[in-house]
Structures are given as structure tokens and as C-alpha cells.
């Protein structure tokens, strides 16, 4: 029967392997800052043209200015997680919070793009839905295709499929998106963004092997001193 442990320690496919081992810097938290600075200069002139051209209602202008203060706290907290990186005590609460921010970042384009619609809380919270449900059903086949591969004893089984689910929800999306902007139909935009979106998360969870390291304990050091070695060596060489 095949074990957690196994499924585990052979989940990320080959395609992820090395990007699954990167370690956390710096710039981890300078790109997820960019990413939000990007979002709020985005959402900032959005609101400043609906307000100009009264187009947007009361509730998006609400919902766009919450958005622009979550969105601040999480630049915010990454520049503090940037400084206090070099911190040993706190670097694994830092790495996780980069981690977290990253993941987030797709709901928070799916809010933003609710504001566009007419009812952007039900979108919101529906759209929010859709895409955690189509992540799971992504990780389950994910993880079918390990439990084949475990048993087959090769991972190639793996490796050849585990792509198909994010590339399938890929081009799906951008045929979605292509054909709403074509024929200028709203729900094919909004279905082929959620596809997008499924298609972003499945590799994200492949980063997060990434944390791991930084969570394990340090096992305890082997005295490795001079004295001892000579000591150790001199007991051997009695014994001969």
C-alpha cells in the first residue's frame, strides 16, 4: 500500500524539481511587492477614471478601496519579511508570508476584475469558489497520477502527465478569453480568467516544498574538534 511519505517525497514532477528547491532571498519579496505595487497603481487608476466619468457605483468604490488597504498591509508586511530575512529565529515565518502573499495574488486580480461587473461581492466569493474547487480536483488527479506512478515504480507516468490538467485549463482559458473579447460575451471572460487562474495555482503549489527547509530542525552537531578527532585517532590506533 502506498504511504503519505511516499506520495509526499515524489509529488512535484520533474518540470518543478529544480524551481521546488530554490531557495527564498531577498528578491522573493522585492517581486512580490512589484506584483502588488502593479495591482494598486492598476486599481488606483480605475477608480480615479470611474469616479471622473461616473461609471462605477458606491459599492465597487468601497469594495476597490479595501482592496488598495489589503494590498498596501501585504506590501507592508513583505518589506518587513525582507528585513527580517537575515533573522534565523524568524526567517521561516518570513518565508511562509512571501509564500501566502504569492498565492493570494490571483484572488486579488479576481476581486479587482469583479469590480467590473455588476454584482462584484456574489462574483467575488463565487469566483473564489470555483477556482479553489478547480485547484483541488487538479491536486487529486495530481495525486492519482503519483499513486499510479508509485506502483508502476517509475515516475515517468508522472512526468508525462502531470502537466495535462494545468495545460488543458490554460488553453481552455485563453480560448475562453479569446472568443468573450471576440463576441464581447462577459461570461466567457470571467470563465476563461477563473481557468487562467486554476492554471496559476497547480505550479504555486509546487513552490511550496520551497518552506520545508526552512521548518526542519537542525540536527545536533557532531563534535568536530581537533582534540577529539586526535583523540579518537590515537584509540584506533591502540586497538591495532
Known sequence: MVQIKQITSNFVTRRYARISQKP??????????????????????????????????????????IQIKISMGVIVLNFLGEMWFANLKLKKYTVLLAYFSAVAFPFFLLSLLACTTNNPVRNIIYGSLIIFLGWLIGMIVHILLVVISLKKESMEFRDKYGDYYTNISSVLGIISLGYGEIRDQELFLQVGFLLAMMALLIPGTFNFPRILPYWRKEEAKSDISVYGNATKLMKKGKSK
Open 24 to 65: 527564498f532571498s531577498k528578491s522573493t519579496f522585492k517581486s512580490v511587492i512589484k506584483g502588488y505595487l502593479f495591482l494598486i497603481g492598476f486599481m488606483l487608476v480605475g477608480q480615479w477614471a470611474g469616479n471622473q466619468n461616473h461609471i462605477i457605483s458606491r459599492e465597487i468604490n468601497y469594495l476597490l478601496s
